[in-house]
């Protein structure tokens, strides 16, 4: 008859093996906490003109876009956001409001991760080159 003496450690390596792999021991998976990015843009507006900033987001999540100043408080001006345009034109504009400046964002939006911009502009009511304040908030 043969002897299996050599076989019995084999045996017992691979059950002791896979009893140690399934130990109950979980691990969750990890997350990474971002915290907001918060540009602003200071520029000079001119008369029936537009200014632009691109901005990218990493991650997908809430966009947020706030004229904090423009001129002496009291005109108004477009506020937009959109993606940057490639026939030269400085953004394409998928959402925009009309607006005074204030404390709270004029436009709230989700995004995918990718690149976009926040754009003023001359609703119309300019007399001279305005100076403005705009705070984009992103992922």
């Given at each position: 008859m043969a002897s299996y003496s050599w076989f019995a450690p084999i045996v017992f390596?691979?059950?002791?093996?896979?009893a140690c792999s399934g130990s109950g021991m979980t691990t969750s998976p990890s997350t990474t906490s971002t915290s907001p990015v918060t540009v602003?843009?200071?520029?000079?507006?001119?008369?029936?003109?537009?200014?632009?900033?691109?901005?990218?987001?990493?991650?997908?999540?809430?966009?947020?876009v706030t004229l904090t100043t423009f001129g002496n408080g009291s005109i108004a001006a477009g506020v937009g956001i959109g993606v940057p345009?490639?026939?030269g034109a400085p953004c394409s504009l998928a959402e925009s409001v009309i607006t005074t400046?204030?404390?709270?964002?004029q436009?709230?939006?989700s995004a995918d991760a990718g690149t976009?911009?926040?754009?003023?502009?001359?609703a119309?009511?300019?007399?001279?080159?305005?100076?403005?304040?705009?705070v984009i908030e992103h992922p």
């Open positions: 390596l691979a059950a002791v093996s896979s602003t843009f200071a520029s000079e507006l001119a008369v029936r003109g537009s200014a632009s900033r691109a901005f990218t987001l990493t991650t997908g999540g809430t966009v947020k345009a490639s026939s400046p204030g404390d709270l964002p436009i709230v939006t976009y911009c926040a754009q003023v502009f001359d119309g009511s300019l007399a001279e080159d305005t100076p403005f304040s705009l």
